[in-house]
T-cell receptor, first 114, second 115 residues
């Protein structure tokens, strides 16, 4: 069975700093990859997704992620964070041979200080 | 407004008392799913449904039941709740029958406490 690991559980950084959140998955086949964000008191919402094609994907709010197949990684980046990026971030994976099943990482709580 | 709704939003109950958490979507989505969120564990999938009358287990189905009798609704049933089912529950839906190719839209969550 596939699994997803997120390297950091808590990240604290100042406004304008760069953010990178790590995500690794364990599965040898074709995967679909997602990053979701949960702002305080709000629903989870999709930041970006990768299915195929260009391994560098851009999402909403200035976020991007890079799929590196050889490293089984899908790291999330933002060059300059804002206070409003304070949220919990989840990496998720689904596979083409198990449609409908999703694995989420444990999440990374990001706090951006003014 | 396109949305996924869950009811109730908060529930405190006692061990063994059957309960149902409802989930409804108004987007004509084929795929629906239930997750539980626990600190340090992220979201774990309980059950999912590819379409009406088609359901399958996720990673943590024990102690839960689901049904999909109509497209818009996907209730989660706890026949005999136990304290280890205290959690935050999310329902989600997605357009595609395959589920994996399209983003999931999440409901607001139901916080369940079983004493």
């Amino acid at each position: 069975a596939q699994s997803v690991s997120q390297h950091n559980h808590h990240v604290i950084l100042s406004e304008a700093a760069s953010l990178e959140l790590g995500c690794n998955y364990s599965y040898g086949g074709t995967v679909n990859l997602f990053w979701y964000v949960q702002y305080p008191g709000q629903h989870l919402q999709l930041l970006l997704k990768y299915f195929s094609g260009d391994p560098l994907v851009k999402g909403i709010k200035g976020f991007e992620a890079e799929f590196i197949k050889s490293k089984f990684s899908f790291n999330l980046r933002k060059p300059s964070v804002q206070w409003s990026d304070t949220a919990e971030y989840f990496c998720a994976v689904s596979t083409t041979d198990s449609w409908g099943k999703f694995q989420f990482g444990a999440g990374t709580q990001v706090v951006v200080t003014p | 407004e396109a949305q996924v709704t869950q009811n109730p939003r908060y529930l405190i109950t006692v061990t063994g008392k059957k309960l149902t958490v409802t989930c409804s979507q108004n987007m004509n989505h084929e795929y629906m799913s239930w997750y539980r969120q626990d600190p340090g564990l992220g979201l774990r999938q309980i059950y999912y449904s590819m379409n009406v009358e088609v359901t399958d287990k996720g990673d943590v189905p024990e102690g839960y039941k689901v049904s999909r009798k109509e497209k818009r609704n996907f209730p989660l049933i706890l026949e005999s709740p136990s304290p280890n089912q205290t959690s935050l529950y999310f329902c989600a839906s997605s357009l595609s029958r395959t589920g994996g190719s399209y983003e999931q839209y999440f409901g607001p969550g139901t916080r369940l406490t079983v004493t």
